[in-house]
């Protein structure tokens, strides 16, 4: 299977603890995204990256969190010092450059994160 | 600022009818649309997807219109069958800039096809 993965599927975590989220994108994909979804909300967009560059980050993304994607492959998303708040499914997705002004992203199975 | 919206949380269809999920937009430098369907516990799979230069996008039994001047975009299903029930998220991309890709959603309308 060549989709988008990711890891690990659920975690349970207490407040004040750091986790860690990887993403493998389709190969060949430069482009790579994070997206948090909450019960009853669409996805909301968190960052991007072209390549290992993160070209942008959403207002959403606080100190606590960083992501990474160092060479231009898989990424990590952490969140230090986990909150209640931080629940969610993060959700990451790739697509191909943009050549045309089709530029379809596809989503992984996500991660679902509870903080107790 | 929700700059897609989904008015409608639910809606519920006989197996073999039509199915007309609706979504509106207030930015008007969105210029590609997507419709992306979600089971419970996996990431949203795409559907289809069409770009402000048409009106109209068909693949199979998705067809997606689009409305520039009232900012509304519909995804008809014909004919609905039960394996079509999860929920559906309209997605809107804007032009230029540094936001280039980055998607909006929007809060998604559960979709029941009955037997």
């Known amino acids: 299977d060549t989709g988008v993965s990711q890891n690990p599927r659920h975690k349970i975590t207490k407040r004040g603890q750091n986790v860690t989220f990887r993403c493998d994108p389709i190969s060949e994909h430069n482009r790579l995204y994070w997206y948090r979804q909450t019960l009853g909300q669409g996805p909301e967009f968190l960052t991007y990256?072209?390549?290992?560059?993160?070209?942008?980050k959403s207002r959403l993304l606080s100190d606590r969190f960083s992501a990474e994607r160092p060479k231009g492959s898989f990424s990590t998303l952490e969140i230090q010092r986990t909150e209640q708040g931080d629940s969610a499914m993060y959700l990451c997705a790739s697509s191909r450059p943009p050549g045309g002004i089709t530029d379809t992203q596809y989503f992984g199975p996500g991660t679902r994160l509870t903080v107790l | 600022d929700q700059q897609v919206k989904q008015n409608s949380p639910s809606l519920s269809v006989q197996e073999g009818r039509i199915s007309i999920l609706n979504c509106d937009y207030t930015?008007?430098?969105?210029?590609?649309f997507l419709w992306y369907k979600k089971y419970p516990a996996e990431g949203p799979t795409f559907l289809i997807s069409?770009?402000?230069?048409?009106d109209k996008n068909e693949d199979g039994r998705f067809t997606v219109f689009l409305n520039k001047s009232a900012k509304h975009l519909s995804l008809h299903i014909v004919p609905s069958q039960p394996g079509d029930s999860a929920v559906y998220f309209c997605?809107?991309?804007?032009?230029?800039?540094?936001?280039?890709?980055?998607?909006?959603f929007g809060q998604g309308t559960i979709l029941t096809v009955h037997p």
């Open positions: 990256f072209q390549n290992e560059a993160q070209l942008e």
């Open positions: 069409i770009s402000s230069i048409k």
């Open positions: 930015n008007s430098m969105f210029d590609y």
């Open positions: 997605a809107a991309r804007a032009a230029g800039g540094t936001s280039y890709g980055k998607l909006t």
